[in-house]
């Protein structure tokens, strides 16, 4: 049964603390989304990657926020230093472009929720 | 901001009924989504309807799109209980690769 597959599920931190959230897309996509989740701001795009590459991460605040794939079967998502304005679901997806163009249906993990005192 | 708006933000009804939640974009699409998410858990992907297409159905169902208004709406017949969560449509913007979400509907079905 494939799925998406987020690490941790919950994590609870200090300010100024570095907080790293994983990701494990589904093998075979190619296209991978950051996104955070609140109830203010509801979901919020944060970056994405196609083929491993950046293709945008103009949501992330930059100063702080990182985001990389080592490899295929691994996205990262770090915060340094964590702020507690930064509490929210971070949620995880993959998926494959369409053959029309545009973003095909995407598949979530179950989040991590991060939690920073 | 990027993001589109459902409405209404909050919509309960009784088992049986219909429910119609609607959505609002803001550039040009390739295509409309909607997804479903129960609480505590990650979002799960319903319907995709494309750009040139009007309405499209799945079993209970109903999405159709409007681009000269910018706007769907997605109808769920006979609901049930289990029914019960939020509904998110996503705008798949036209030149790019972005998903980007709407605001969403809590839909209490109520037994």
């Known amino acids: 049964d494939a799925r998406v597959t987020q690490t941790p599920r919950h994590k609870v931190t200090e300010m100024g603390q570095e907080v790293t959230m994983r990701c494990q897309p589904i093998?075979?996509?190619?296209?991978v989304f950051w996104y955070r989740q609140t109830m203010m701001q509801g979901l919020e795009l944060l970056a994405y990657?196609?083929?491993?590459?950046?293709?945008?991460d103009s949501g992330m605040p930059k100063d702080r926020f990182s985001a990389e794939m080592p490899d295929a079967t691994l996205a990262t998502l770090k915060i340094q230093p964590s702020e507690p304005r930064d509490s929210a679901v971070y949620f995880c997806?993959?998926?494959?472009?369409?053959?029309?163009?545009?973003?095909?249906?995407?598949?979530f993990g179950e989040g991590s929720r991060l939690t920073v005192l | 901001s990027q993001q589109g708006e459902e409405d209404p933000q909050a919509l309960s009804i009784q088992e049986g009924e219909n429910a119609t939640m609607n959505c609002s974009y803001k550039t040009s699409i390739n295509n409309l989504q909607w997804y479903r998410q129960n609480s505590g858990r990650g979002l799960v992907h319903l319907i995709l309807i494309r750009s040139n297409e009007r309405e499209k159905h799945s079993g209970r169902l109903r999405v159709t799109l409007d681009t000269s208004k910018k706007s769907s709406s997605l109808l769920i017949t006979a609901s049930r209980a289990a029914d019960t969560a939020s509904y998110f449509c996503?705008?798949?913007?036209?030149?790019?690769?972005?998903?980007?979400f709407g605001k969403g509907t809590k839909l209490t079905v109520n037994p």
């Open positions: 990657f196609r083929n491993r590459a950046p293709l945008d």
């Open positions: 996503a705008e798949a913007q036209g030149g790019s690769e972005k998903l980007v």
């Open positions: 997806a993959s998926g494959l472009p369409r053959g029309g163009g545009g973003t095909g249906e995407l598949f």
């Open positions: 093998l075979g996509h190619n296209t």
